[in-house]
């Protein structure tokens, strides 16, 4: 049964979940969200991003790469 007060399954809110879902050290997902243009916003000063924007994300890094090797 779905409630309205559900949390949103697509925001992923703080960085150990960041990180989780990224494969990386909560410390990583900090790092990469504050000097490596991570997207992220902040709700109620704790840092958040979407699935989807870091999925983007992750495929524009992917092809950058590409491109320069």
């Known amino acids: 049964m779905k409630h309205d007060n559900d949390n949103d399954p697509t925001i992923l809110m703080g960085a150990k979940a960041i990180a989780t ?20 916003f902040k709700l109620g000063g704790t840092v958040a991003a979407r699935r989807s924007t870091l999925a983007r994300w992750l495929d524009e890094q992917e092809a950058g790469a590409r491109a320069v090797a």
């Open 21 to 40: 879902y990224l494969g990386v050290t909560q410390r990583q997902a900090y790092r990469l969200v504050y000097e490596c243009g991570l997207p992220h």
